[in-house]
């Protein structure tokens, strides 16, 4: 099980965590770059107000990419299967590579761009199908734990990307093309390893109807002699959805049996994109300056940002299966809630004394602690254990769709909220984390230790009523 964890973890989210960090490295390259082929094709200088065009489509073509993969990815684990689908994401993720890996000796940034998109097309496609795997494979008492792998690999991934991305290694000028096509080493290793591992059981009997494959991956899983009692699981889970197809994304928002699951998974995504974690990264560097850390050595103590959400991503795996998925993600909001206040008042007295710089600054890393601790891993985990087989991929097709739209909008508003309230931009997220607290607290029922049956009958009466 550990190891299934790792082979469908280093082509999945890792791809996502990876692709988000290692464009900050070579902007200033790209620029040149830019600049340089321009100058080359039409014998003119690059208007200054076209090249932050041309950049900004670079970067942001990504959550575009990623939006169009949320939209299939349920589908290809339908029609493909949860491994035919990963298996086959990692021929995006190799063309991608290799498209950006040219675009600089062709003198071709079109190249670039569509490479980017494809590279967020499986970013995409790895969110919604990688949880999916691991949340059907896992037996209910390691659920939690494993299911925090998605959360794992992808806060590891922007940590690899931080640091391959410094300048001595391959964020220098020459090296930034093998930087961007750099992502096809994990979906190299995926191809190599991931099959070597079974289909998940629960689509084999539920979607596919084939018991034989269904017990031989277990036995796989679980070993000869404790696979009867997950089957037994699958099998009532297969007796209760009694034939029915998997269902459309659209068909979820008329059904009127998982309409609090849907809102809860809206409410909750929507509310760890729009947290202020985004906020917080966008002012790490001006904080960082403001204690005095000289900007050669800022990439380095941006390090430090990236390891503690992969600390907080490791803790969380520990904790989620003894603490519970409701005290962890509500106490997480409600700490984020109280950084927030601290930032606030320490970016507005910052130039008072000479000590407040630091507040602010480990005010930083207890912000991404917390979110790394609730908000951050457990989403995902919820989302698999909220909906049962029939509506899981499409429950994780939308999720992702508003991810990635939420994604989108808060790098498209974000500098506008921070030039317009300057710190106070943080009471703005201080607000959003208290409601979504509030929501969870009053919405959602502990699900540890259950099966995705007992799961339905607690949201049984939110949505037929207390008389149901």
């Known amino acids: 099980l550990f190891l299934a964890v790792c082979a469908v973890g280093i082509g999945g989210t890792f791809q996502y965590g990876y692709n988000v960090s290692i464009i900050n490295a070579p902007t200033q390259h790209i620029h040149r770059f830019l600049n340089e082929t321009w100058t080359t094709r039409y014998h003119k200088e690059l208007n200054p107000d076209l090249l932050t065009f041309l950049w900004s489509v670079i970067a942001s073509i990504f959550s575009l990419g990623g939006l169009c993969g949320a939209l299939i990815g349920g589908s290809m684990a339908i029609r ?5 689908a990963l298996l086959m994401n990692n021929i995006i993720a190799i063309l991608a ?13 079109e190249l670039l761009i569509v490479g980017r998109f494809l590279i967020g097309i499986n970013s995409g496609v790895g969110l919604c199908v990688q949880p999916l795997y691991i949340g059907e494979v896992a037996p209910k008492h390691l659920r939690g734990g494993m299911a925090m792998g998605s959360s794992i690999f992808l806060t590891g991934g922007i940590l690899t990307g931080q640091i391959i991305g410094l300048r001595e290694l391959l964020g220098g000028e020459t090296y930034w093309p093998l930087l961007l096509s750099s992502s096809c080493f994990p979906a190299f290793a995926q191809l190599l390893f991931l099959p070597w591992f079974p289909e998940s059981p629960r689509y084999l009997l539920i979607d596919r109807g084939d018991e034989l494959s269904c017990a031989k991956a277990l036995k796989r899983f679980h070993g000869s002699s404790d696979y009867r009692r997950e089957m037994e699981d699958i099998q009532r889970e297969c007796f209760a959805v009694d034939g029915e197809k998997p269902k459309k994304p659209w068909q979820l928002f008329t059904d009127r049996g998982v309409r609090w699951q849907l809102i809860t998974v809206i409410v909750m995504t929507m509310g760890q994109q729009l947290s202020g974690i985004n906020a917080i990264y966008f002012y790490a560097t001006y904080i960082f300056k403001q ?8 990439p380095y103590v941006t390090l430090g940002t990236g390891a503690c959400e992969c600390l907080t991503a490791l803790t969380c795996g520990l904790l989620i299966d003894y603490v519970g ?13 109280l950084w927030s206040t601290v930032l606030t008042f320490s970016l507005t007295y910052q130039d008072l004394y000479w000590w407040v710089p630091y507040i602010s600054m480990a005010s930083i890393f207890a912000f991404i602690l917390s979110f790394g601790l609730g908000p951050g891993g457990i989403t995902n985990t919820l989302t698999a254990e909220l909906f049962i087989q029939s509506s899981r991929p499409a429950a994780y097709m939308i999720a992702g769709t508003i991810s990635w739209i939420s994604f989108f909008t808060i790098g498209m508003l974000f500098p506008f909220i921070v030039n317009g309230l300057k710190q106070y931009c943080f009471l703005v997220f201080l607000l959003e984390c208290s409601l979504v607290a509030a929501f969870i607290f009053l919405v959602i029922p502990e699900t540890k230790n259950k099966s995705f049956l007992e799961i339905k009958k607690e949201f049984h009466k939110l949505n037929f009523g207390r008389n149901a």
Do not use: C, D, N
Request: aromatic share 10%.
């Open 80 to 84: 493909l299967g949860r491994k035919g």
């Open 97 to 109: 590579s290799i498209l950006m890996g040219i675009s600089f000796p062709t003198g071709l940034f």
């Open 325 to 337: 998925r409701r005290y962890l993600i509500i106490g997480g909001y409600l700490l984020m809630s």
């Open 291 to 298: 204690a005095g850390i000289s900007a050669e050595k800022i």
